[in-house]
Nanobody, 116 residues
Framework: QVQLQASGGGLVQAGGSLRLSCAAS????????MGWYRQAPGKQRELVAN????????YFVDSVKGRFTISVDNAKNTVYLQMNSLKPEDTAVYYCSVTTPRNDYWGQGTLVTVSS
């Protein structure tokens, strides 16, 4: 069983930045993929970004390319989502998720609100 603790959400003005963190309760080396999803009111949950731990390959949804980065701190078993140049349309509940050889796990959501 993997537990994920997400943090870093909040209220920010358009153009501002936030960094989300997601700490895993197990060694990061037992995790294949780490990522962030988001769900805005009335919309489906979407994959924002993920990273393959072994290769470092990352994926970003088109709407955040060039503004968001994803990184992993192996020593802290933590994945980060650095969000810059935030837009009101980035407002959503952000969820971290990890994929292991056995299962997928989800953290609790953290709310990001971007005011115009």
């Amino acid at each position: 069983q993997v537990q994920l603790q997400a943090s870093g959400g909040g209220l920010v003005q358009a153009g501002g930045s936030l960094r989300l963190s997601c700490a895993a309760s197990v060694s990061i080396f037992s995790i294949n993929v780490m990522g962030w999803y988001r769900q805005a009111p009335g919309k489906q949950r979407e994959l924002v970004a993920n990273i393959v731990r072994s290769s470092g390959r990352s994926y970003f949804v088109d709407s955040v390319k060039g503004r968001f980065t994803i990184s992993v701190d192996n020593a802290k078993n933590t994945v980060y989502l650095q969000m810059n140049s935030l837009k009101p349309e980035d407002t959503a509940v952000y969820y971290c998720s990890v994929t292991t050889p056995r299962n997928d796990y989800w953290g609790q959501g953290t709310l990001v609100t971007v005011s115009s």
